[in-house]
């Protein structure tokens, strides 16, 4: 049967079909927590928390120092697991998978005591044209292809040998090599001065372009109009 680009046939019947309508009902939320409570030890931090991200959307999360703003991120992460309610990306629900799907750009210094090659591929290989492009991307071409190492550079125990602008773009710079669909960023710019926070937010700009992001911030006012607010406060979350 012919069809026309909108889903209809010559005839103008509707042509949604089953298998249509089942992925549309699993692909309308690329990122879900639900009813998900959370603590460390006996200390809740997360209560009765949804939330409901669609595919491409940009979502900023803002709330006072110590409220769970990087603790929703790592149960997106699938780096913890909640005490209850669920947690789904991608269609995953196990943290191992939720893990392929995700690339998370962390607020403390994330490195690996590894090289710069080694702390953006994390070991998988990786083309080098992949890997630079990677690079410039996040800006760190031009400062790799000064060091006498270049990307053998060793980054030191913490990224110790870096400075945090450099290594929180080779967290971008391993984020664009993941190349995931969900990006989750925690204060990514917050401890950088105003240029290197510049020269990182353009990184962050390729990275998270067409790509579903959760980006936790303290400046809602550096995040451009594209961003749905929301508040983190006692332990739920609410539209900002
Ligand atoms: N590994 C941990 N063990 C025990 N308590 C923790 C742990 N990590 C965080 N907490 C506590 O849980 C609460 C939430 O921490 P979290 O790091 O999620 O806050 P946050 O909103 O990201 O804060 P900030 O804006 O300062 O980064 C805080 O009270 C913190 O002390
Ligand atoms: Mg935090």
């Keep these: 049967m012919e069809r026309d680009g ?9 042509l949604v079909e089953k298998d249509t309508v089942e992925q549309d009902r699993t692909e309308r939320y690329e990122a879900r927590l639900e009813d998900v409570a959370f603590s460390y030890g006996g200390k809740q ?20 120092s110590g409220c769970g703003k990087s603790t ?7 780096l913890y697991e909640p005490d209850s309610g669920s947690v789904e990306v991608m269609g995953q629900r196990t943290s191992g998978d939720i893990r392929k799907q995700v690339a998370l750009v962390m607020q403390q210094n994330a490195l ?3 090289s710069i090659r080694d702390n ?22 031009d400062w790799i292809k000064g060091l006498p190492q270049g990307l053998d550079t060793h980054v030191g125990q913490r990224g110790g040998q870096v400075s945090g602008g450099q290594a929180q773009r080779i967290q971008i710079a391993r984020a664009l090599c993941k190349d995931a669909p969900v990006i989750l960023l925690d204060e990514p710019v917050s401890a950088l001065d105003r240029d290197t926070g510049l020269s990182v937010l353009a990184a962050l700009g390729r990275l998270t372009a067409g790509r579903t992001v959760v980006h936790v911030t303290h400046h809602p006012e550096a ?13 739920r979350l609410l539209r900002g």
Excluded at 45 to 64: A, C, D, K
Excluded at 129 to 137: D, F, K, Q, V
Aim: net charge negative.
């Design 223 to 235: 995040l451009d109009d594209g961003y749905a607010i929301y508040r983190l406060e006692g332990g």
């Design 112 to 114: 690996f005591p590894l």
């Design 6 to 14: 909108m889903g209809q046939d010559k005839m103008g019947c509707s």
């Design 72 to 78: 929703l991120l790592k149960l997106l992460a699938g």
């Design 120 to 141: 953006i591929t994390c070991g998988h290989q990786v083309p080098e044209a992949t890997l630079w492009e990677a690079c410039r991307g996040a800006s760190l071409a």
């Design 45 to 64: 931090v997360l209560q009765n928390l949804s939330l409901m991200v669609r595919p491409g959307e940009h979502i900023g999360i803002v709330g006072g």
